[in-house]
């Protein structure tokens, strides 16, 4: 396994097992022509399994990617709620836009004010409650932190950050057994 294979599934296993709907995955700018053909390879594998890896941002030295199940992503940004506070937030409304323009909003006000905009947790795959909850409250005043800082259901929560900590048991556990990562990708 190389180190490229070893981050992707120490920093995306709940996406790449299906259980999540992206994760960020981030390494040192200077791995960049170390990694730029796995990332290449990688793509094109995951692409015909509904899955992407796409460059979103680079800030302090550091490239981050979202690696994300297209169909999935799209139908968490068109719900209602998510939709409508996105669009409110200046970005096309995810309703009636392509997953591409959005995502370019993401990559431009990340760039703009060179840190996470908040709402990212929405293209995460986190409660939009918590996700509201925590945009209101500031980062405080949560319930639980873990994977996001929990403002509602921590009940469920638990039970997603043990499942999101399972698949990259999983996955690791195949890799060690000589199973190719690439194949490891559930479609």
């Known amino acids: 396994m190389s180190d490229f294979e070893y981050q992707l599934l120490w920093q995306t296993s ?3 097992a299906g259980i999540k709907v992206s994760n960020l995955f981030s390494f040192p700018q200077k791995q960049l022509s170390q990694y730029r053909e796995e990332i290449s390879f990688y793509n094109k594998r995951m692409e015909k399994s509904d899955l ?17 199940r297209k169909k999935m992503l ?10 409508v506070f996105l669009t409110s937030e200046g970005y096309p409304d995810p309703r009636s ?3 591409p323009q959005i995502l370019n909003h993401l990559r431009r006000r990340m760039n703009q004010f060179c840190e996470f905009p908040h709402e990212i947790g929405l ?3 986190y409660p939009a409650e918590d996700v509201f909850a925590f945009i209101r409250q500031k980062g405080r005043n949560c319930k639980l932190c873990g994977y996001w800082k929990v403002y509602f259901d921590e009940e469920s929560a638990r ?26 990708i559930t479609t």
């Open 97 to 99: 836009s392509d997953l």
């Open 52 to 68: 992407c890896l796409d460059y979103l941002y680079t800030c302090a030295g550091r490239i981050f990617v979202l690696v994300y």
């Open 14 to 16: 709940p996406t790449l």
């Open 123 to 125: 293209f995460l795959g």
């Open 159 to 184: 039970k997603t950050f043990l499942a999101y900590d399972k698949s990259r048991e999983i996955l690791f556990k195949k890799a060690q057994e000589g199973n190719p990562v690439f194949l490891l």
């Open 74 to 83: 799209i139908d968490a940004l068109r719900h209602p709620k998510t939709a």
